[in-house]
């Protein structure tokens, strides 16, 4: 079995930062795309940022310039600086990983349980 936990969530005022970091553990293999979402309340979940086992990335319109997404392969572990937070930046954030498991050699799916940001105007 694979695990992402995530870690770093929290309560910050509006123009604060918060670092964001998801460690996966278990039957791996290698990992592909690492990605952050976020799910506020009413609403479905969108994604963030997104960055490659090469160290592309890409994010959403919405954080560009103030997010930024890394990931330290030796220890399967993606981070997300958030700078210059927002009200509107108020979500449950979840990592995402795409997970080549030593047992298949298949590419699967993982998702993390998510951390709670709130960031107060």
């Known amino acids: 079995q694979v695990q992402l936990v995530e870690s770093g969530g929290g309560l910050v005022q509006a123009g604060g930062s918060l670092r964001l970091s998801c460690a996966a553990s278990?039957?791996?293999?290698?990992?592909?795309?690492m990605d952050w979402y976020r799910q506020a309340p009413g609403k479905q979940r969108d994604l963030v940022a997104t960055?490659?086992?090469?160290?592309?990335?890409n994010y959403a319109d919405s954080v560009k310039g103030r997010f930024t997404i890394s990931r330290d392969n030796g220890k399967n572990t993606v981070y997300l600086q958030m700078n210059s937070l927002k009200a509107e930046d108020t979500a449950v954030y979840y990592c995402?990983?795409?997970?080549?498991?030593?047992?298949?050699?298949?590419?699967?799916?993982?998702w993390g349980q998510g951390t709670q940001v709130t960031v107060s105007s």
């Open positions: 278990g039957n791996i293999f290698s990992i592909d795309n």
């Open positions: 960055i490659t086992s090469g160290g592309t990335t």
């Open positions: 995402h990983a795409l997970v080549q498991r030593v047992d298949s050699r298949l590419t699967f799916n993982y």
